[in-house]
């Protein structure tokens, strides 16, 4: 079994069996897991309301679709920003202002933080709405009823234009039989 504290930055594939409609297909990017407990963001629900709408300062530095995306179904009326910066923010591009880093190259954004001040620095933003969470032990719970796959992030996974095919694309990048539930139909009747 997986490490408590390996799966920070890591994502969760729902597999097909998990029947909770808030995750169905989901793809959940985690930022914190600890013994406290787990929270990510789901990567692949758009909504409709453009970010101009919400947070106008930010609406230049987010990623195509330039629109706030569903992170999870706790506190929607929060807003969270995760963005990649080119580098990971170490060395001489050490992190800028405002970002920290979650897991390599892919941090939170202080939405506080005035845009002009980590704009040059950031490579890809999304806006989330809201978030999953998890709490002590439960996502182990979940882990050891199947219900989701573990499997590694990639920091073009935060910023992919479509992300609608987000969870067919990151399991078929996945070796082995794993790359073969990316074909799993949307709806196993009409197999």
Request: aromatic share 6%; net charge negative.
């Given at each position: 079994m997986t ?11 729902a ?14 990017l985690l ?30 530095l987010?990623g ?13 009326d ?6 990649v ?11 800028p ?16 933080t005035?845009?002009e ?7 890809a933003?999304?806006i ?12 182990q719970d979940?882990?050891d009823?199947?219900?989701?796959y ?32 990316a ?9």
């Open positions: 490490e408590v504290s390996s799966l920070t930055g890591r994502l969760l594939v597999t097909p069996a998990l029947a909770d409609p808030n995750f169905d297909r989901a793809v959940v930022l914190d897991h600890d013994e406290e407990g787990s929270l990510g963001v789901v990567l692949n629900r758009p909504t409709p309301v453009d970010v101009r709408d919400v947070l106008a300062g930010w609406a230049a987010a195509e679709p330039g629109v706030v995306f569903q992170g999870g179904p706790v506190s929607l929060s807003a969270l920003g995760i963005a910066v080119p580098g990971g923010g170490q060395g001489e591009s050490a992190a202002l405002g970002w920290r880093r979650v897991h390599g190259a892919i941090g939170l954004v202080d939405l506080e005035p845009p001040l980590v704009a040059s620095a950031l490579g933003l999304r989330f709405a809201g978030y999953a969470g998890w709490g002590p032990g439960q996502l979940e882990l009823q199947g219900a989701w573990v499997v590694e992030s990639e920091p073009g996974d935060i910023s992919s234009p479509a992300p609608e095919r987000l969870w067919r694309e990151v399991l078929r990048r996945q070796r082995g039989d794993l790359a073969m539930v074909t799993y139909p949307d709806d196993p009747s009409l197999n």
